[in-house]
């Protein structure tokens, strides 16, 4: 049997997240707790059922499949009892209205090899496999066989990491990963524990070391309105960046938080709007990190 | 010195919408047509291939015309396609033909497509003439070459009265024709006035009058006119505005290195050459291909490419709708520049991948140089270049086997039995005995498609004999044959089909719901069907939702799909026809996958009665569902090669997907796999379903948005809600 893991989702033809086109792995649980997190459902590792309230017909299908009595239908209408769910999955087949999802699926090592490998034509000369999440070392040895299988298969790999996980994590995948995706919150301590729950301190240190064992490195930042688009954050971002010598920055604009996502999994309390990013503090972003000599789109 | 393109535009727009022409000039277009018919009377009892190029001359000789100084290029009285002045003889013709030759077989044929198991007209519209011959020699050259061709034949007394006719004819028009370029030049110098946009435009038919083009505007203005002549007067014969880039190149690069156009030149009159197509009101959009590759295996993307797609993107018309012959070696910035433009809406571009084309043309028997410079003619079918005639014969409803195997061979709406008898519903006991029945039905429409369109196509050259178009083919000169009759060296007959995907998911959801799950009884789902779906909702639901659909990778499902299609593949590929040549299968419906639906009840599939079915390859609107690169497996499972009519696919993704360069690289990379995988041709609908819904509810925001129907494009706001339903109902399965 090969290790398993907890994944939520998988992208294929996944063009943004790497080089070329690349399936991509969504892998759950994250140290990290992001105001902005536009991937709810990862947070924790346990699965976890949406039911997208919109999409409801209250055709009632779901209510005699759930073990626990989780669905009920009132006067022609659906009502969803959250706290009795184990998120076992059963009514998602069930549902006519594709109104539940159950985010949480054990996948193993093998399956997930199987799943990209049908891909392969599609990934070209610079295209590959892409873990994400959540934080995808989080699932450290689930990350670790898949990549090393990808690696004989001869599939390009990249991951996707807030880099705070323990450093033998890193150290761990480092010769199995083509590149590292790193997500840069904010260049400041505090701020960094404001906005996402922790401070920044073993991030640095983590990224500082990739950088030393010579591993491919892209940074990526989550551009988000008054939380980290301040020039001064990024210049102080830039100074860091530069002193590690990261050649490749790439900007993310912010678009729209995804609410019903968040009401869909019942997490409406961790809900913060933030208005999408104007072009010209994008454009604005790249330059200074351009002036500073690194290379940022 | 000339008045601009912008001044210009409102003309060039209204050229083919309504008279421009000067009154004084000759007939109007309705007063043309009464003179015609009158002159024709008489005629009666001649062939009629005479009574044609009578009738050519009599329009040449009379129709108005005009050379304006808002335009490059000359003007016709007969502008409106669907009011061609010769229209009364071909329906008269193609009636006398009906009575005299296919009385027998119409009565069923009639109950066919009365019931929309067929539809079926005889079709004139996918031949291509012999650029390269048509700008070797021009007009006078071709008349030369035509009259040497019958010397021949007198000298070996070979020339039969039937010879004679065909060749006297070619005389008749192609004199017509150089008589009308004299008009056309004498009024352009009468009514000059010192304009020199108009004084070059009398230059430029001198020399058409007397030879082949010297230059880039002169073969421009060959091409227009020579469509004008073919299409609109003697009907239908200039499917293809030809490989242009190849055509022109050596004209572009002359006029540039002799410095008589300067690049600027060449642009201008490619706005107004491609306008031409813009004004002419063709709901199916009028084709030009580019690319190719030469003999010695480069490509034929050059800089006159990279302009016309310039041009053409400028423009923002949805027709001449430009195909694009990739390969391997097409370069990629011109990849890029074509897929640039497709994310910012010029969705009329698609992509036919040469080598696939290659493999299943050399599979149908091509020699490899036919199979490698083959020409597109239609929405994306291929054929030999300057010898083949190709028609499409029969567009198949698949759909309605269906319907026969659930009716006991009886139309479920007219109560007509036109299927065979397989049994009611209560003997099919296993998905096997409902599979097999279905396959015999499909197998009855087919064969008896087949059996009609060979009769009626005997009977081609009776109804339009291609003049103007036979005399560039070099085999039919040759032959004395008609171009319609079996005068090029190929003459095929495509059978095409409608609803393809929806059928898979049909007999799909009969195997799980019925014979599988048990969830409901074939009698009962033939009530539901009946009732159109009314108090069967839930079980609606339940199908559209199952998994069990093509277009989504899953092995079950595709296995069913490439059996269907070998199936329909092998009863049509290489059968003789009538014209000496065979026919070919062809997976491309053309509009009947909206008309032909009209007219096919309630499907097991969850579709509605009167909702359209799939089209192409394609799966169902909106029952993709697990994304693109599952979309192209299930698609490219079949194999192309037994598609010798062609092989579509259509994908539609979201305006994010694409941006930036890494979505430019995903685009390329996306039609590399999928001609890797031997797919043929592919178009891209690039939506943001936002977009749809907004267009929807504030038509006047979005004027120019375009959607590519099948093989053409159309204003989004020109298709009836219903259609643009579809297109949301799949745009909501696409995201970021
Ligand atoms: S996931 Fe399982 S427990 Fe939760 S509602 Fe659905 S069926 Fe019930
Ligand atoms: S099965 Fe789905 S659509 Fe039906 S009531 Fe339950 S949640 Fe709603």
């Given at each position: 049997m090969s290790t398993t893991g907890i994944i939520f989702d998988v992208k294929r033809f996944a063009v943004h997240d790497g080089p070329g086109v690349r399936t991509t792995l969504f892998l759950k649980g994250c140290p990290l707790r992001c105001l902005w997190c536009h991937n709810p459902e990862s947070m924790l590792v346990q699965p976890r059922l949406a039911y997208y309230v919109h999409k409801c017909l209250h055709c009632g299908e779901c209510v005699s499949v759930c073990p626990t009595h989780a669905h009920a239908l009132f006067d022609g209408k659906h009502a969803f009892d959250r706290s009795v769910c184990t998120a076992c999955g059963a009514c998602e087949e069930a549902c006519l209205g594709s109104a539940l999802k159950n985010y949480g699926e054990a996948i193993s090592v093998d399956e997930a090899v199987q799943i990209v490998i049908e891909d392969r034509d599609f990934y070209g000369e610079d295209g590959g496999v892409t873990l994400s999440g959540g934080e995808p070392l989080f699932q450290m040895e689930f990350c670790c066989d898949f990549l090393k299988q990808l690696k004989a298969l001869g599939i390009h790999t990249a991951v996707d990491t807030c880099g705070c996980v323990a450093w033998s994590a890193l150290e761990k995948v480092l010769s199995v990963a083509d590149i590292f995706l790193w997500d840069f919150k904010h260049s400041d301590r505090e701020e960094h524990r404001r906005l996402t729950g922790l401070p920044n301190d073993l991030i640095l240190e983590n990224l500082n070391k990739l950088v030393e064992c010579g591993a491919r490195i892209e940074v990526r930042i989550p551009l988000v309105p008054g939380c980290n688009d301040s020039e001064e954050n990024l210049s102080a971002t830039a100074k860091i960046l530069k002193k590690l010598h990261v050649e490749r920055v790439r900007i993310l604009p912010y678009h729209a938080l995804a609410r019903t996502k968040y009401e869909a999994l019942g997490m409406k309390n961790a809900i913060h709007d933030f208005s999408p990013s104007e072009p010209e503090i994008v454009l604005c972003a790249v330059d200074i990190f351009r002036s500073r000599g690194i290379n940022a789109e | 010195m000339f008045s601009t393109f912008k001044q210009d535009r409102t003309y060039l727009t209204q050229k083919f919408r309504k008279d421009v022409c000067d009154p004084v000039t000759g007939l109007d277009l309705n007063t043309l047509k009464e003179r015609l018919k009158e002159f024709t009377e008489p005629l009666v009892g001649e062939s009629h291939t005479v009574i044609k190029a009578k009738a050519f001359e009599y329009v040449t000789k009379n129709v108005q015309i005009d050379v304006n100084p808002h335009d490059w290029f000359v003007s016709f009285g007969c502008w409106n396609r669907y009011d061609r002045p010769l229209n009364y003889l071909l329906k008269k013709w193609n009636s006398v033909v009906d009575q005299k030759h296919l009385s027998e077989i119409i009565p069923l044929i009639n109950e066919f497509t009365k019931s929309g198991a067929v539809a079926m007209w005889k079709d004139f519209d996918h031949s291509v003439p012999d650029w390269d011959a048509v700008f070797r020699l021009g007009f006078p050259g071709l008349r030369k070459r035509a009259r040497q061709y019958k010397d021949e034949r007198e000298q070996s007394g070979m020339l039969t009265d039937e010879a004679k006719i065909y060749f006297d004819s070619i005389e008749t028009v192609y004199s017509a024709i150089l008589e009308m370029l004299e008009r056309f030049h004498a009024y352009a110098l009468a009514n000059a006035d010192g304009n020199e946009r108009v004084l070059s435009v009398a230059r430029c038919l001198k020399t058409l009058i007397h030879g082949a083009p010297t230059n880039t505007y002169e073969a421009l203005q060959l091409i227009y006119t020579y469509f004008v002549f073919g299409e609109h007067i003697d009907h239908m014969q200039v499917r293809s505005l030809g490989n242009l880039d190849r055509i022109l190149y050596s004209y572009y690069k002359k006029d540039l290195g002799d410095g008589l156009f300067t690049e600027e030149n060449i642009r201008e009159f490619f706005a107004y050459f491609l306008m031409q197509w813009g004004s002419i009101n063709n709901y199916w959009g009028h084709p030009l291909y580019l690319g190719g590759t030469k003999e010695n295996g480069e490509t034929e993307i050059n800089e006159l490419s990279y302009l016309i797609l310039d041009v053409f993107d400028t423009l923002s018309i949805p027709t001449p709708k430009i195909q694009l012959k990739i390969n391997r070696n097409t370069p990629v910035p011109f990849v890029n520049k074509a897929m640039d433009m497709i994310r910012r809406g010029h969705s009329s571009l698609v992509f036919v991948c040469e080598p696939s084309v290659k493999r299943t043309m050399m599979a149908a028997g091509y020699s490899e140089a036919e199979a490698r410079t083959f020409d597109i003619t239609g929405c994306y079918e291929f054929g030999p270049r300057a010898c083949h005639n190709s028609t499409a014969g029969a567009y198949l409803n698949l759909l309605k086997p269906l319907e026969w195997v659930l009716n006991n061979g009886s139309d479920?709406?007219?109560?007509?039995?036109?299927?065979?008898?397989?049994?009611?519903?209560?003997?099919?006991?296993t998905f096997d005995s409902f599979y097999s029945a279905y396959i015999r039905q499909l197998g009855h429409l087919i064969e008896t498609s087949i059996q009609y369109v060979t009769e009626a196509e005997k009977y081609l050259h009776e109804i339009n004999p291609a003049i103007v178009l036979s005399a560039s083919i070099e085999n039919s000169l040759k032959t004395a044959k008609d171009a319609f009759s079996n005068g090029t060296v190929y003459n095929n007959t495509s059978i095409l089909c409608a609803g393809f995907g929806t059928l898979i998911d049909a007999l799909m959801a009969v195997k799980e719901f019925v014979y599988e799950k048990n969830a409901v009884s074939l009698r009962e789902l033939q009530n539901a069907l009946k009732n159109n779906w009314i108090g069967y909702e839930k079980l609606r639901l339940k199908v559209l939702h199952?998994?069990?659909?093509?277009?989504?990778?899953?092995a079950a499902v595709d296995t069913y799909a490439v059996a269907v299609a070998s199936f329909y593949a092998g009863k049509i590929n290489l059968r003789p026809n009538a014209r000496g040549g065979f026919y070919r299968a062809s997976i491309h419906p053309a509009r009947t996958f909206i008309t032909l639906g009209e007219k096919t009840g309630a499907t097991p599939d969850g579709r509605m009665s009167g909702d359209e079915m799939s089209k192409n390859a394609s799966p169902t609107m909106g029952m993709d569902r697990n994304g693109v690169t599952a979309l192209i497996k299930s698609v490219t499972s079949i194999d192309s090669a037994m598609f010798p009519g062609d092989f579509p696919l259509d994908v539609m993704m979201h305006p994010a997907t694409v941006q930036g360069d890494d979505g430019l690289a995903a685009m390329r990379t996306l039609l590399n796999a999928y001609m890797e995988k031997h797919g043929i041709a592919i178009h891209f609908n690039i939506f943001d379903v936002k977009v749809l819904l907004d267009a929807q509810k504030y038509p006047e925001k979005y004027e120019s948005l375009q959607v590519r129907v099948c093989g053409w494009n159309v204003r989004f706001n020109d298709i009836a809600k219903k259609e643009q339903d579809a297109y949301i109902r799949r745009a909501f399965n696409i995201c970021e």
């Amino acid at each position: 049997m090969s290790t398993t893991g907890i994944i939520f989702d998988v992208k294929r033809f996944a063009v943004h997240d790497g080089p070329g086109v690349r399936t991509t792995l969504f892998l759950k649980g994250c140290p990290l707790r992001c105001l902005w997190c536009h991937n709810p459902e990862s947070m924790l590792v346990q699965p976890r059922l949406a039911y997208y309230v919109h999409k409801c017909l209250h055709c009632g299908e779901c209510v005699s499949v759930c073990p626990t009595h989780a669905h009920a239908l009132f006067d022609g209408k659906h009502a969803f009892d959250r706290s009795v769910c184990t998120a076992c999955g059963a009514c998602e087949e069930a549902c006519l209205g594709s109104a539940l999802k159950n985010y949480g699926e054990a996948i193993s090592v093998d399956e997930a090899v199987q799943i990209v490998i049908e891909d392969r034509d599609f990934y070209g000369e610079d295209g590959g496999v892409t873990l994400s999440g959540g934080e995808p070392l989080f699932q450290m040895e689930f990350c670790c066989d898949f990549l090393k299988q990808l690696k004989a298969l001869g599939i390009h790999t990249a991951v996707d990491t807030c880099g705070c996980v323990a450093w033998s994590a890193l150290e761990k995948v480092l010769s199995v990963a083509d590149i590292f995706l790193w997500d840069f919150k904010h260049s400041d301590r505090e701020e960094h524990r404001r906005l996402t729950g922790l401070p920044n301190d073993l991030i640095l240190e983590n990224l500082n070391k990739l950088v030393e064992c010579g591993a491919r490195i892209e940074v990526r930042i989550p551009l988000v309105p008054g939380c980290n688009d301040s020039e001064e954050n990024l210049s102080a971002t830039a100074k860091i960046l530069k002193k590690l010598h990261v050649e490749r920055v790439r900007i993310l604009p912010y678009h729209a938080l995804a609410r019903t996502k968040y009401e869909a999994l019942g997490m409406k309390n961790a809900i913060h709007d933030f208005s999408p990013s104007e072009p010209e503090i994008v454009l604005c972003a790249v330059d200074i990190f351009r002036s500073r000599g690194i290379n940022a789109e | 010195m000339f008045s601009t393109f912008k001044q210009d535009r409102t003309y060039l727009t209204q050229k083919f919408r309504k008279d421009v022409c000067d009154p004084v000039t000759g007939l109007d277009l309705n007063t043309l047509k009464e003179r015609l018919k009158e002159f024709t009377e008489p005629l009666v009892g001649e062939s009629h291939t005479v009574i044609k190029a009578k009738a050519f001359e009599y329009v040449t000789k009379n129709v108005q015309i005009d050379v304006n100084p808002h335009d490059w290029f000359v003007s016709f009285g007969c502008w409106n396609r669907y009011d061609r002045p010769l229209n009364y003889l071909l329906k008269k013709w193609n009636s006398v033909v009906d009575q005299k030759h296919l009385s027998e077989i119409i009565p069923l044929i009639n109950e066919f497509t009365k019931s929309g198991a067929v539809a079926m007209w005889k079709d004139f519209d996918h031949s291509v003439p012999d650029w390269d011959a048509v700008f070797r020699l021009g007009f006078p050259g071709l008349r030369k070459r035509a009259r040497q061709y019958k010397d021949e034949r007198e000298q070996s007394g070979m020339l039969t009265d039937e010879a004679k006719i065909y060749f006297d004819s070619i005389e008749t028009v192609y004199s017509a024709i150089l008589e009308m370029l004299e008009r056309f030049h004498a009024y352009a110098l009468a009514n000059a006035d010192g304009n020199e946009r108009v004084l070059s435009v009398a230059r430029c038919l001198k020399t058409l009058i007397h030879g082949a083009p010297t230059n880039t505007y002169e073969a421009l203005q060959l091409i227009y006119t020579y469509f004008v002549f073919g299409e609109h007067i003697d009907h239908m014969q200039v499917r293809s505005l030809g490989n242009l880039d190849r055509i022109l190149y050596s004209y572009y690069k002359k006029d540039l290195g002799d410095g008589l156009f300067t690049e600027e030149n060449i642009r201008e009159f490619f706005a107004y050459f491609l306008m031409q197509w813009g004004s002419i009101n063709n709901y199916w959009g009028h084709p030009l291909y580019l690319g190719g590759t030469k003999e010695n295996g480069e490509t034929e993307i050059n800089e006159l490419s990279y302009l016309i797609l310039d041009v053409f993107d400028t423009l923002s018309i949805p027709t001449p709708k430009i195909q694009l012959k990739i390969n391997r070696n097409t370069p990629v910035p011109f990849v890029n520049k074509a897929m640039d433009m497709i994310r910012r809406g010029h969705s009329s571009l698609v992509f036919v991948c040469e080598p696939s084309v290659k493999r299943t043309m050399m599979a149908a028997g091509y020699s490899e140089a036919e199979a490698r410079t083959f020409d597109i003619t239609g929405c994306y079918e291929f054929g030999p270049r300057a010898c083949h005639n190709s028609t499409a014969g029969a567009y198949l409803n698949l759909l309605k086997p269906l319907e026969w195997v659930l009716n006991n061979g009886s139309d479920p709406a007219t109560g007509v039995a036109v299927g065979l008898e397989t049994g009611g519903v209560e003997q099919y006991t296993t998905f096997d005995s409902f599979y097999s029945a279905y396959i015999r039905q499909l197998g009855h429409l087919i064969e008896t498609s087949i059996q009609y369109v060979t009769e009626a196509e005997k009977y081609l050259h009776e109804i339009n004999p291609a003049i103007v178009l036979s005399a560039s083919i070099e085999n039919s000169l040759k032959t004395a044959k008609d171009a319609f009759s079996n005068g090029t060296v190929y003459n095929n007959t495509s059978i095409l089909c409608a609803g393809f995907g929806t059928l898979i998911d049909a007999l799909m959801a009969v195997k799980e719901f019925v014979y599988e799950k048990n969830a409901v009884s074939l009698r009962e789902l033939q009530n539901a069907l009946k009732n159109n779906w009314i108090g069967y909702e839930k079980l609606r639901l339940k199908v559209l939702h199952s998994k069990n659909k093509f277009g989504n990778g899953i092995a079950a499902v595709d296995t069913y799909a490439v059996a269907v299609a070998s199936f329909y593949a092998g009863k049509i590929n290489l059968r003789p026809n009538a014209r000496g040549g065979f026919y070919r299968a062809s997976i491309h419906p053309a509009r009947t996958f909206i008309t032909l639906g009209e007219k096919t009840g309630a499907t097991p599939d969850g579709r509605m009665s009167g909702d359209e079915m799939s089209k192409n390859a394609s799966p169902t609107m909106g029952m993709d569902r697990n994304g693109v690169t599952a979309l192209i497996k299930s698609v490219t499972s079949i194999d192309s090669a037994m598609f010798p009519g062609d092989f579509p696919l259509d994908v539609m993704m979201h305006p994010a997907t694409v941006q930036g360069d890494d979505g430019l690289a995903a685009m390329r990379t996306l039609l590399n796999a999928y001609m890797e995988k031997h797919g043929i041709a592919i178009h891209f609908n690039i939506f943001d379903v936002k977009v749809l819904l907004d267009a929807q509810k504030y038509p006047e925001k979005y004027e120019s948005l375009q959607v590519r129907v099948c093989g053409w494009n159309v204003r989004f706001n020109d298709i009836a809600k219903k259609e643009q339903d579809a297109y949301i109902r799949r745009a909501f399965n696409i995201c970021e």
